[in-house]
T-cell receptor, first 118, second 111 residues
Framework: GAVVSQHPSWVICKSGTSVKIECRSL??????MFWYRQFPKQSLMLMAT?????????EQGVEKDKFLINHASLTLSTLTVTSAHPEDSSFYICSASDTSGGFTDTQYFGPGTRLTVL | AQRVTQPEKLLSVFKGAPVELKCNYSYSGSPELFWYVQYSRQRLQLLLRHISRESIKGFTADLNKGETSFHLKKPFAQEEDSAMYYC?????????????FGTGTLLAVQP
């Protein structure tokens, strides 16, 4: 149980275009999903916290107009990188909290999405 | 400031040797700490959390508030333990607990 999927697993796009990444909790409901960014050989940096039905909360230094997050249902959150530039190239990882019981703050991670902007 | 420090980027040991992956934290409140593991080509997954005080795959970790540490230990390393290990701190961010990750330690267990 507690599986999180991401789509696509990798994407290459041209500079200036927008890219949408989906994060789904497959077998549980997640009122909260998190989006992280990971640079090569570095740790995960939290970008934003996404709560179902409300606006996302962004970490300091993360441009909310650049990284649009939508959490429309209890099983789906999307991250849209708008007007992507080469410096946005990174590994984006989502996680979801299982709120059905037990430790409500246990996060289950998706496999990540590799974004390359040319 | 809230911070998690893992001083070793790489730890290489021989099979059967003891392992200790170091983690120190800085947090003003009452911390909740985790160890996550990422095996090659797999996603990040929870290994253990200090609040449950359990042993997973032979690994244990004890929270030492005096030394602000949460080191991960295993008495006899196995080759399948080779992976990237991240220490993480949970901080309360409104209605949600958020994780702060350390930079990770790559454990390489040699045969």
């Amino acid at each position: 149980g507690a599986v999180v999927s991401q789509h696509p697993s990798w994407v290459i796009c041209k500079s200036g275009t927008s890219v949408k990444i989906e994060c789904r909790s497959l077998d549980f409901q997640a009122t909260t999903m998190f989006w992280y960014r990971q640079f090569p050989k570095q740790s995960l940096m939290l970008m934003a916290t996404s709560n179902e039905g409300s606006k996302a909360t962004y970490e300091q230094g993360v441009e909310k107009d650049k990284f649009l997050i939508n959490h429309a249902s209890l099983t789906l959150s999307t991250l849209t990188v708008t007007s992507a530039h080469p410096e946005d190239s990174s590994f984006y990882i989502c996680s979801a909290s299982d709120t059905s019981g037990g430790f409500t703050d246990t996060q289950y991670f998706g496999p990540g999405t590799r974004l390359t902007v040319l | 400031a809230q911070r998690v420090t893992q001083p070793e980027k790489l730890l290489s040991v021989f099979k059967g040797a003891p392992v200790e992956l170091k983690c120190n934290y800085s947090y003003s409140g009452s911390p909740e700490l985790f160890w996550y593991v990422q095996y090659s080509r797999q996603r990040l997954q929870l290994l253990l959390r200090h609040i449950s005080r359990e042993s997973i795959k032979g690994f244990t970790a004890d929270l030492n508030k005096g030394e602000t540490s949460f080191h991960l230990k295993k008495p006899f390393a196995q080759e399948e333990d080779s992976a990237m290990y991240y220490c993480a701190l949970s901080r309360y961010g409104g209605a949600t607990n958020k994780l702060i990750f350390g930079t990770g330690t790559l454990l390489a267990v040699q045969p």
